[in-house]
C-alpha cells in the first residue's frame, strides 16, 4: 500500500477525519464539477479493517 498524505484545507473535511487519526483510513472523495464548489463535492471516509 503506498501511503498518501493530503493537505487539509477543508474544515469540514478535517473534521470528519478526526475520528479516524492514526488508523488505516479510505477516503472517496467525488466531485460533479470541475470548478472547486464545495456545493458539488460529497465524501465518504471508512475504516479500513486489517
Known amino acids: 500500500i503506498n501511503d ?3 493537505k487539509l ?3 469540514r473535511l478535517r473534521y470528519a477525519l478526526t475520528d479516524f487519526a ?3 483510513t ?3 472523495i467525488t466531485r460533479n464539477d470541475s470548478q472547486p ?3 458539488n463535492t460529497w465524501y465518504h471516509v471508512e475504516e479500513l479493517v486489517k
Open 37 to 39: 464548489n464545495s456545493q
Open 4 to 6: 498518501k498524505f493530503l
Open 9 to 11: 484545507e477543508s474544515k
Open 26 to 28: 479510505k477516503l472517496v
Open 22 to 24: 492514526g488508523k488505516p
